[in-house]
């Protein structure tokens, strides 16, 4: 992941993500039958997902064991998007609200970079 900050304050952020793979591991993570989760992992976004979660969902008996490991995987997938409307979207609002608006460092010349180090510098 790399994160950058413009001299107006503009935040960038560039990092890989597998959607697909986070969607899998909601459903694998709440023990869903493997028929049904092998049905279910076709789904590319959240919003496929989440659709054919309830789908699913309605067709099954009221407060049967597949039906409570469905809403589950339904409450978990919302709880990771937090409202945003991709997992890439959610990982991007939960790293911004770690890094810190202003960043204060007296001694620049100590911080690593990418060229080859001088003689005798230590890095803290």
């Not at 001299?7 to 993570?29: K, M, Q, R, W």
Request: aromatic share 8%.
């Amino acid at each position: 992941m790399t994160a950058s900050r413009s001299y107006a304050g503009h935040l960038s952020l560039s990092f890989e993500l597998d959607e697909p793979i986070v969607l899998s591991h909601v459903l694998t993570t709440a023990n869903i039958p493997k028929d049904i989760r092998n049905e279910l992992a076709t789904c590319q976004t959240p919003q496929d997902l989440e659709s054919r979660l309830r789908e699913k969902t309605e067709t099954l008996e009221e407060g049967s064991d597949v039906r409570n490991k469905l809403q589950n995987a339904s409450e978990t997938l919302a709880q990771i998007l937090g409202g945003a409307s991709s997992v890439y979207d959610a990982a991007q609002n939960e790293i911004q609200s770690l890094i810190p608006e202003f960043f204060y460092f007296a001694q620049y010349s100590s911080l690593p970079y990418s060229g080859p180090y001088r003689q005798g510098a230590s890095i803290a």
